[in-house]
């Protein structure tokens, strides 16, 4: 077990790696409870104050005021790599600096940190400004009537009015979204006081934005020239909004939780990534295209197969890719699922070369599957490297992949 973090004495810090087969500690039944809800990990009493936890395929931290408790990727990758691959997916444009984040043995300090770190960048000149649309009931005609609901409210009325216009105020998506995250980690139980005062002081900065409803989608910002010092600080905003949950408590018990699920995070990077460097050839990247996998009259008799990502030429597939974060001989773990699920593909598709990538290190593979024309390709994708490195290796896939596409339309 790793050394208590210096900036939280008298917590018990438990790590785990997400490949680990669990350990057995002593917790309080509401510790327990809370991380059993948290879904990072299953805490199973075995009397005496005993319970004994397992990893279920997740990873991040969860914290309580006695115990931190972590389940780290495999290979250990860093804060750094977890947030780029987080991140991507989610815009467009992405630069390898877009998120950054401060390395820490603490998950919690290095994301509190992070966020302050960007929050005092983002908001060095201030809060963005905008126009944002208001409507409301006036006396007065300001902007424009909205007739429908002028006349739908008041029949026959002419005041009040129901007007909409635009206003220039700093109640706009982007403020919502970073006010929100600094208030989120202000929340968690444990960070630092000095940490905890740079957050709440950056809030204060905005309490011109609306707070946003917990649980409710995040607003849709768009960025551009004019929020552009906000990019970075917004990207590990809305990673703490989507992954992170904080609760206050009554007094007795705060805790906090930041659940991440590496295999659907790996699943939605590969297709992302892969559809941007297939921009690069003829034809178009579908993500969770699903086909048919058998003939049926009845609805209910549909086998339907959905592969994580699909290359389209001239409207028919021609190149299939499905990834699994799990798959791989540094694993352990068996690869015939995946290949019977690539055969799936194949046969479905009509397609004669399927790309299974995992995570992790090794050499590329070609199978051939026996009574067939169809080939698996196993390709590897080492996430312990740099994220330009990672992007690099997703683009040297889309070459070899668009390569055995020409190669067998000229065979």
Same mark, same amino acid.
């Given at each position: ?9 008298? $917590? ?18 509401? /510790? ?20 004994? !936890? ?45 998120? =950054? ?8 300090? %290095?994301? =509190?940190?992070?966020? =302050? ?27 424009? !009537?909205?007739?429908?609901?002028? !006349? ?27 006010? %929100? ?14 940490? #905890?005062?740079? #957050? ?6 905005? @309490?011109?934005? /609306?707070?946003?409803?917990?649980? *409710? ?19 590990? *905003? ?21 659940? $991440? ?18 921009? *690069?050839?003829?034809?178009? /990247? ?10 049926? $009259?009845? @609805? ?8 994580? %990502? ?19 001989? @540094? ?40 009574? /067939? ?39």
């Amino acid at each position: 077990m790793p050394p208590r973090p210096p900036h939280a004495p008298g $917590v018990r810090h438990i790590v785990l790696d997400e490949q680990s087969r669990g350990v057995v500690e002593r917790l309080d039944p509401a /510790t327990a409870a809370f991380l059993n809800s948290s879904g990072l990990a299953k805490a199973a009493p075995m009397g005496m104050g005993l319970y004994r !936890i397992e990893p279920v395929g997740k990873v991040g931290s969860v914290r309580t005021p006695a115990v931190q408790f972590e389940v780290r990727p495999k290979d250990r990758l860093g804060l750094r790599r977890l947030l780029f691959l987080l991140s991507y997916a989610g815009e467009q444009g992405f630069r390898e600096d877009s998120v =950054a984040a401060v390395e820490h043995q603490d998950l919690w300090s %290095a994301l =509190a940190e992070s966020l =302050a770190q960007l929050a005092e960048r983002a908001l060095t000149r201030g809060p963005l400004q905008g126009y944002v649309t208001v409507e409301e009931s006036l006396r007065t005609v300001k902007g424009r !009537i909205r007739i429908s609901e002028q !006349i739908s409210r008041r029949p026959g009325l002419m005041v009040p009015l129901e007007v909409s216009y635009d206003e220039f105020s700093e109640d706009i998506a982007e403020n919502r979204i970073l006010r %929100a995250a600094l208030a989120r980690m202000g929340q968690v139980p444990g960070v630092r006081p000095e940490v #905890l005062s740079r #957050l709440r002081r950056l809030g204060g900065k905005l @309490d011109g934005a /609306t707070s946003l409803v917990p649980g *409710a989608p995040l607003p849709h910002w768009q960025a551009s020239r004019m929020n552009l010092r906000f990019h970075a600080a917004l990207r590990l *905003a809305e990673v703490i909004l989507r992954n992170c949950s904080a609760e206050a408590g009554d007094g007795k018990q705060s805790s906090a939780a930041f659940v $991440v699920d590496m295999s659907a995070v790996f699943k939605e990077f590969v297709g992302v990534a892969l559809r941007e460097a297939m921009r *690069a050839h003829p034809g178009e /990247t579908r993500m969770r295209y699903g086909t048919l996998l058998n003939e049926a $009259v009845r @609805d209910s008799d549909r086998i339907t197969v959905r592969p994580d %990502a699909v290359h389209f030429l001239g409207g028919r597939p021609v190149v299939v890719y499905g990834a699994n974060y799990t798959a791989g001989p @540094d694993t352990g773990a068996s690869l015939n699922a995946d290949h019977y699920r690539m055969l799936a593909y194949c046969t479905a598709l009509r397609v004669p070369t399927a790309w299974l990538v995992y995570a992790g290190t090794g050499e590329m593979k070609l199978r051939r599957i026996l009574n /067939t024309d169809i080939d698996v390709v196993e390709y590897p994708l080492d996430l312990s490297r740099p994220p330009a490195e990672i992007l690099a290796s997703v683009a040297d896939l889309a070459q070899q992949s668009w390569g055995e596409v020409v190669r067998q339309a000229l065979g």
